[in-house]
C-alpha cells in the first residue's frame, strides 16, 4: 500500500486533539468513530512525533 502525504506541511495541533474526541495512551492519540450507517469503523492515530496513521475496517467483522 502506497502512503500517501495527505496533510502537506501541515503541523498536529495537540493541544486540540483531546477536544475532538481523541484520547491519549502511553504518548500516542486515539481516535475511533463508526461511520455510514454503522458500516464502518475508522480509527485514526497520531504519533508523539506528529505522524498520522489511519485505518477503515468494516464495522461488522
Same mark, same amino acid.
Given at each position: 500500500?502506497?502512503?500517501?502525504?495527505?496533510?502537506? +506541511?501541515?503541523?498536529?495541533?495537540?493541544?486540540?486533539?483531546?477536544?475532538? %474526541?481523541?484520547?491519549?495512551? !502511553?504518548?500516542?492519540?486515539?481516535? @475511533?468513530?463508526?461511520?455510514?450507517? +454503522?458500516?464502518?469503523?475508522?480509527?485514526?492515530?497520531?504519533?508523539?512525533? %506528529?505522524?498520522?496513521?489511519? !485505518?477503515?475496517?468494516?464495522?461488522? @467483522?
Amino acid at each position: 500500500m502506497k502512503k500517501t502525504d495527505f496533510f502537506g +506541511n501541515e503541523k498536529v495541533n495537540f493541544d486540540k486533539l483531546l477536544e475532538f %474526541g481523541f484520547y491519549l495512551k !502511553k504518548y500516542v492519540y486515539y481516535y @475511533t468513530k463508526i461511520i455510514v450507517n +454503522n458500516q464502518f469503523r475508522l480509527d485514526v492515530i497520531i504519533t508523539s512525533d %506528529g505522524k498520522i496513521d489511519t !485505518k477503515l475496517t468494516d464495522a461488522k @467483522t
